[in-house]
């Protein structure tokens, strides 16, 4: 793929599923004072929401593309978990419980797993938050793949990728379900692409999972953005990790790959206010109808150079003295600071 797309063309009957209603407004583009998300986007129920129309068009494209509906349609999404808690809590530290949920997700397909403790900004308006905890996993995508980038009807080969890697997440998120309940404790399952009322990203940085990148997405020390989310909500008591600060955030700063590849111009170069946090935000009346009409453009991920294999843990050893330096000199931020900068 060419590092520099040229300027992209929209078609007209993308732009006319959108609302009057601005999606940067929806999401707080603009707004000083800290609120919860609203959910734009990957509803399950569509009905009555002022972005359903344009959901339902999206999912409808896919689903005329045979690869993407076979990947989605007939795949193995993993187990049902017991949905009733029979058993009677078995109990141990915080400490112990962390360490054998990690260890057995990773033996159940997950990549990387962090625990957070939950916050209820992470959860669009709407849904209730009343687990305490929350596990995280990231499901590397296979970079060749990722670059065949932007998919088209004759060829869906990133996002049959994209499909898989949720496939994948799902199977570990039924998996890990499955595990806490058979502990006795509870488990509610955000397997994407339909996260059910948690958005992934802030938990994924409170859960030591990586920055967020001018691209809006997650740059983490060992994948870069090549990799995709999913997690479980828990009562079991665990002992949680802490964000990452390795200088994706200062690399970003000066970089500007993806504001370049982006066909539509929705990567800005400057962090603007969003919600009540000062953040790196894409526009998405611009992005979504370039996504839609490329089945899901993942552009943004394929250029970032902390993507490519074997890069960014070399990026983060060198990037991440400059982190500490601009730690000290602006004041350690809280976590739970960094975890709302997402
Ligand atoms: S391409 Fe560059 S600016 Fe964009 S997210 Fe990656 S590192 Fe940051
Ligand atoms: S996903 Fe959106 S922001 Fe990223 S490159 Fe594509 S159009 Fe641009």
Redesign the pocket.
Known sequence: MARKIPYWHPQVEHFDLLPKLSGNEFNGVGEPVPRRPRQIFWLKRTAGHPFGRLQDAVVDRYNGVPALYEVFANADRGPRPRSVPEAIRNVQPAEEWARQVKEFALANEADLVGIARRDSAWFYEGYEADLPFVIVFALAMDYEMLTQQPSTFENPIAQVEVANQYNRGARVVARTADWLLERGYRARMHAGPWVHGLALVPAAIAAGMGEL???G?L?NRAL??SFRLAAVETDMPLAVDTPDRFG?DE??AR?????D?CPPGA?HNDKGMVRGVQK?WVDFDKCIPYFNETFGCAI?LA?????KPGRAPSLAEKWSIRAAAKSENDGEATHADLGKRA
């Not at 970089?255 to 504001?259: A, L, N, P, S």
């Not at 250029?303 to 993507?307: D, G, L, T």
Request: hydrophobic share 40%; glycine share 8%.
């Open positions: 990148g001018k691209h997405s740059i870069g953005s994706a690399f970003c970089c500007q790959v993806c504001t590849a990567i790196w943004c250029v970032c150079p902390w993507s």
